[in-house]
Structures are given as structure tokens and as C-alpha cells.
């Protein structure tokens, strides 16, 4: 294996967005991401040879040194031996960005919620059975949901189910949490799928303030359901996220509520993140983050030790972790 920086979005990965394919979804990093690889994408065939040229292009350039400005600062960047020899699909991730059953305040549709909600989901499951049948896709691999609310597509389910029936052993579903799905339920038992439920908050008022729907008792009645669903040996399937809203739920009170409702279900794995327009200003602006916002962030992970939850860090709260070593 020859040595060099990369990542595994780029060897093996790809993001479909609503009218387009991504190499990822990630943005967060200073490059801002938005590497397109397809536009004007409606579910309608995939050229791979196509696609497996031009990234076969962005890992030359890596090869000899040369990543993509978009990429610059991405977490995801690593310098080791890639395996760059064979040409197969290993990493796949649904952002549909249409349909959902929550206002969240953080989301990018929020400013135009009627018409997203209005937007046309290409049927994806054609394409993973195509996928499937040529062989390019490694079983070992990961395939997420996200981006809206995939439980409420309608091909969800089916979707789901094909892929346990195809032995894939890591799938990942973001989710609202309010409405149940019995695949998810299915995969949970089955140890080959995780789920991350969207909470925000510890408390009925903040839970309407970050999400603007009034699902407060559903949302946590679901969580309990999914966990009861883990197998005794593998408590860290269900998962619950908190993402960071300043003037919303940035304080300790909340947090420590939100430790107590997972802990009351049966929850041992938290993620936690930082809203993103919030991270974005501060950049853009060239300011530091506010000291109230690390000192909060060292307490949710002094906490999650002590409590003994499973503490995963994602994107903006990753860079903040690292950059002061919390973790």
C-alpha cells in the first residue's frame, strides 16, 4: 500500500443529496466541503465507471500531494497506506434533504421548510440493488440515512430490509425519533444497525424551542422502545443526540436532564455537536469560541465519564475536542 493523505470518503465514498451526488456530506471543516461528483441526479442510473474516474483523479492529486481546497481541514484527512487498487463502493450516504416531521432551528431547510417539504425523493432502493448486483459494495462497509426524515420515505423500510437480508453489518440511521419503525427495531436486534435519535434537549419547553414540534413524551417513549430492543451484550446501539444551540440549550441543567431521561431508558451511547450556523459566524468572522461554550463542552465530557455513557463526538464538536484535547 502506498502511503499518502486521504480519506475514506474519497476512496470508497459517496453522498446522495436530493439533485446531486456528494463525495460526503461533510461541511463543517474549513473547506467548506461540496465536492459534487453528480448534478442533476433523480435516481435514474449511475454511470460507476464514470464515477470511479473521477475519483480515481482526486487520489492521484493526494498521491502527490495535492488535496482539493474543499477538503482543507477535514477531520477526515489521514496519512496512511490506502488500499487504492480495487475499485469498490464501501461507504454510502442517503441525505435526501426533503420530507420531515420536525421545524428544527438549526436546519438549513428551516428557511424555506413549506417547499423542502414539497421537493421530490428520488427512489434510491434501485440503485443499491444495482449496486448490490454488480458487486461494489463490500458487505463490511457502512451506509447511513439522514437529511430530512428518512422514516417517513416509502421506501424506508424496504430499503432497510434488503440491506439486512444482504448481510450489510453497519448501517446507520439518523432520525427525528417520533415515528417508530419496526426495520430499525429489526436491525437493532439483529446487531447490524445503530440509531442515532435527534433529542436537543432534557426538557419538554427546550425540546419545543430546538424542534418546534410538540413531541416531547412520543420522542422519549421511542427511545425506551429501541433500547429495550438491544440485545443485553450490546447496549450502545441506541444512541441520542444533543446538538449545542447557544441562548437554547447551552447550560448545565439541561444537559443534566438529558443524562438523566437516557440513563431512565436505557441509553449508553450520547453524540453531541454544535449548531453549525453558530460554528460557521464565528469562522467566518475569524472569532474564538466563547469560553462559556468550552467550559461546557469539558463538563458534558467530565459528566459522560462519570456517568459512564459512551460519548460520541461529531463535527464541530469533534474540533473543539481535539483542539483542546478533552477527549
Known amino acids: 500500500m502506498r502511503e499518502y493523505t486521504s480519506c475514506h470518503w474519497i476512496q470508497h465514498g459517496l453522498s446522495f443529496e436530493n439533485d446531486h451526488i456528494e463525495m460526503c456530506c461533510l461541511c463543517c471543516h474549513k473547506g467548506g466541503g461540496r465536492v459534487y461528483i453528480k448534478e442533476n441526479y433523480n435516481g435514474k442510473g449511475v454511470n460507476w465507471d464514470d464515477i470511479f474516474k473521477l475519483k480515481q483523479k482526486f487520489i492521484e492529486d493526494n498521491q502527490n500531494g495535492i488535496i482539493d481546497p474543499r477538503c482543507e481541514g477535514c477531520f477526515n484527512l489521514v496519512h496512511k497506506g490506502w488500499d487504492d487498487d480495487e475499485k469498490y463502493i464501501n461507504y454510502i450516504h442517503f441525505n435526501h434533504w426533503t420530507h420531515c416531521n420536525c421545524n428544527c432551528i438549526y436546519c438549513y431547510t428551516k428557511y424555506d421548510k413549506v417547499n423542502y417539504n414539497k421537493r421530490p425523493h428520488y427512489k434510491a ?3 443499491v440493488k444495482e449496486l448490490f448486483k454488480k458487486k461494489l459494495f463490500k458487505p463490511d462497509g ?3 440515512f439522514a437529511g430530512g426524515e428518512p422514516t417517513i420515505l416509502d421506501e424506508f423500510e424496504d430499503i432497510i ?4 437480508k444482504n448481510e450489510v453489518k453497519r448501517i446507520t440511521v439518523h432520525s427525528s425519533g417520533i415515528k417508530y419503525s419496526k426495520a430499525i427495531e429489526a436491525g ?5 444497525l445503530n440509531v442515532c435519535l435527534s433529542a436537543d434537549a432534557g426538557s419538554r419547553d427546550t425540546f419545543y424551542a430546538a424542534k418546534k414540534v410538540d ?4 420522542f422519549w417513549q421511542n427511545v425506551e422502545k429501541y433500547a429495550n430492543a438491544q440485545p443485553d451484550d450490546n447496549k450502545t446501539l441506541v444512541e441520542t443526540k444533543f446538538i449545542i444551540i447557544p441562548e437554547i440549550n447551552d447550560n448545565k441543567e439541561e444537559i443534566e436532564k438529558w ?3 437516557n440513563m431512565a431508558c436505557g441509553v449508553k451511547s450520547i453524540v453531541v455537536d454544535i449548531e453549525n450556523e453558530f460554528c460557521m459566524a464565528l469562522r467566518k468572522e475569524n472569532k474564538e469560541r466563547p469560553q462559556y461554550l468550552v467550559d461546557l463542552c469539558k463538563y458534558i465530557v467530565q459528566r459522560a465519564k462519570e456517568l459512564d455513557f459512551n460519548l460520541i463526538d461529531y463535527n464541530n464538536f469533534r474540533y473543539l475536542t481535539t483542539e483542546y484535547n478533552l477527549l
Request: net charge positive; no cysteine.
Open 125 to 127: 432502493l434501485p440503485m
Open 142 to 144: 457502512e451506509i447511513t
Open 161 to 164: 430490509n434488503f440491506l439486512l
Open 188 to 192: 437493532i436486534k439483529a446487531q447490524k
Open 215 to 218: 413531541k416531547f413524551d412520543k
Open 259 to 261: 443524562f438523566s431521561l
